[in-house]
């Protein structure tokens, strides 16, 4: 980033920030609401000027070429299980979700989202696969189904990050959504 604060900010600069907010959130530095504020003013800022107070109590992070692998891909698995992770957990740009002859319950209304866009893959063979995202998120579906259920239901209603939804299922029930009206969560 530059220091020049009139310079017109840039993508870059902005998810520069937010991983720093998004770190200052997992270790504790920020409540939720002081990270939802500051994240908004982060995405909606159009100078370097802007972007400077957001980050200027909080320790600086690695940046994205010596970050570990895990934040750019994570991948989640359920072959013959169950299995459910909600709370407050770190994303990936690139999260595998997979579930085979199972079930896998993925919320991600309360993680920590690397940037601005992440990838969900989403592959089901003979098993549910649900994700909840969260209410502000706008969600592109560009996966499919073979003798299955697909409802993606996230809509682009929001101002929050992009969630790109790809992957293939067969004979499973996928499902994408806000809500948990559809959640087998006991």
Do not use: C
């Not at 994570?74 to 299995?83: D, E």
């Not at 499919?144 to 992009?162: E, H, I, Q, W």
């Not at 948990?180 to 006991?186: F, G, I, K, M, Q």
């Amino acid at each position: 980033m530059t220091d020049d604060p009139v310079m017109r900010a840039s993508d870059a600069d902005r998810d520069r920030v937010a991983a720093v907010l998004s770190e200052a959130l997992a270790t504790g530095r920020l409540t939720t609401a002081e990270h939802a504020d500051r994240l908004d003013v982060a995405y909606s800022a159009t100078t370097v000027g802007e972007l400077v107070p957001l980050t200027r109590d909080l320790p600086e992070v690695a940046s994205a070429s010596s970050a570990p692998s895990m934040i750019e891909r994570q991948s989640v698995n359920s072959t013959f299980s169950k299995i459910i992770r909600r709370g407050r957990w770190v994303a990936s740009r690139h999260t595998t979700l997979t579930a085979n002859f199972g079930a896998l319950i993925v919320d991600l209304s309360d993680a920590v989202l690397p940037g601005r866009e992440i990838t969900l893959e989403l592959d089901a063979r003979f098993s549910k696969l649900i994700v909840r995202v969260p209410d502000n998120a706008q969600v592109v579906d560009e996966g499919g189904s073979m003798f299955g259920k697909r409802n993606v239901s996230g809509g682009t209603g929001g101002d929050g990050p992009l969630i790109r939804v790809t992957g293939r299922s067969m004979f499973s029930k996928v499902i994408v959504t806000r809500g948990v009206t559809d959640w087998n969560l006991a």
